[in-house]
């Protein structure tokens, strides 16, 4: 069992930044391959990056590549995602998810954490 907590969303103007974390613990946390995921209310879950659990395999969805980095810190269980240039239509709430294995279909995921909003104001 992976327990996922987020923190860093919050309201930014169109060109901000913002740094997502989550934090992993539990059995072998620094094992699995980390995610973050974003939905809309009424829209699905979309992928938007994953890295390995090693970090050095690293997959950025194409509508924010650029703009969104992801990194991990395994020696504080960590996962980052750093959003600069942030744009109206990546308003959403983001989601952190781990697995052994990295993957961009979110199904793949067993874990998950409550998420949490980022609101980008034009």
């Known amino acids: 069992q992976v327990q996922l907590v987020e923190s860093g969303g919050g309201l930014v103007q169109a060109g901000g930044s913002l740094r997502l974390s989550c934090a992993a613990s539990?059995?072998?946390?620094?094992?699995?391959?980390m995610a973050w995921f974003r939905q809309d209310p009424g829209k699905e879950r979309d992928f938007v990056a994953a890295?390995?659990?090693?970090?050095?395999?690293?997959y950025v969805a194409d509508s924010v590549k650029g703009r969104f980095t992801i990194s991990k810190d395994n020696a504080k269980n960590t996962v980052y995602l750093q959003m600069n240039n942030l744009k109206p239509e990546d308003t959403a709430v983001y989601y952190c998810?781990?697995?052994?294995?990295?993957?961009?279909?979110?199904?793949?995921?067993?874990?998950w954490g409550q998420g949490t909003q980022v609101t980008v104001s034009s």
């Open positions: 998810a781990a697995d052994h294995i990295v993957a961009m279909n979110w199904g793949q995921y067993d874990y």
């Open positions: 539990g059995r072998a946390a620094s094992r699995y391959a």
């Open positions: 890295i390995s659990w090693s970090g050095e395999g690293q």
